[in-house]
């Protein structure tokens, strides 16, 4: 047996030296994997980023759901305080309201006009001078014309703006047409960029317009 093992120990090394290993790799205890430090922050920063945008999200849809409220008052059915859409008219305010009354006079009101939050709008009955407004009623958004017995070039009805020194229907029309087309007077002077309205007609205009 002595001869034996002295014969193969060089086969006997080789097989214990394998045997080591093998019992080393099997019994050796499984190590946990370690996340990397940049992908930990890469993943945190990306929550971040996702609820920020989701976050941001909500603050714009907040903001266009916001209601635009005006007031109506005057010769309508249902005065009152009501909401509207960004987009909605004297017109589709006067409609909420009940519609006119037989009473009114629709021929100062500017049924064009966009409605903006915290409007108030009266609507006047016939013969109703603007003097005669209740007190409270608020400014009469509605009118071209304002407490300062000033034409607003961007509110005033063709029948009010004939009541300018030489604007008759032709040029009333075209102030209208201008208005819808261009969208609203920056200034008053753009009223010399309609036809027919000059250097001249417009001094005998300026201090009876205004702009806002």
């Keep these: 047996m002595a001869e034996w093992i002295k014969t193969n120990k060089v086969y006997i ?10 019992l080393y790799y099997f019994l050796l205890p ?3 994997t370690e996340v990397i430090p940049e992908i930990e922050q890469a993943v945190s920063t990306k929550e971040v ?3 920020e945008i989701e976050k941001e999200g909500k603050m714009q849809t907040d903001r266009l759901s916001q209601s635009i409220k005006a007031d109506i008052k005057g010769a ?3 005065p009152g305080v009501y909401e509207a859409a960004e987009g909605d008219r004297v017109v589709d305010l006067i409609k909420k309201a009940g519609g006119l009354t037989d009473k009114a006079d629709s021929a100062k009101i500017n049924f064009a006009l966009n409605v903006t939050d915290e409007m108030v709008v009266y609507v006047p009955e016939k013969g109703e001078e603007l003097s005669e407004v209740p007190v409270g009623a608020g400014i009469v958004e509605a009118m071209g014309q304002k407490d300062e017995g000033k034409v607003n070039l961007n509110q005033a009805t063709e029948a009010e703006l004939q009541t300018l020194p030489g604007i008759g229907p032709s040029k009333a029309a075209a102030i209208i047409e201008y208005r819808e087309t261009n969208g609203s007077f920056k200034d008053i002077e753009d009223l010399k ?3 027919g309205i000059g250097d001249k007609t417009f001094e005998k205009l ?7």
């Design 30 to 32: 499984v190590q946990e």
């Design 13 to 22: 090394a080789g097989a214990a030296i394998t045997l080591a290993a093998l």
């Design 206 to 212: 300026r201090e009876h317009l205004m702009v806002k």
């Design 49 to 51: 980023d996702d609820k």
């Design 76 to 78: 309508v059915h249902k």
């Design 193 to 195: 960029l309609i036809s």
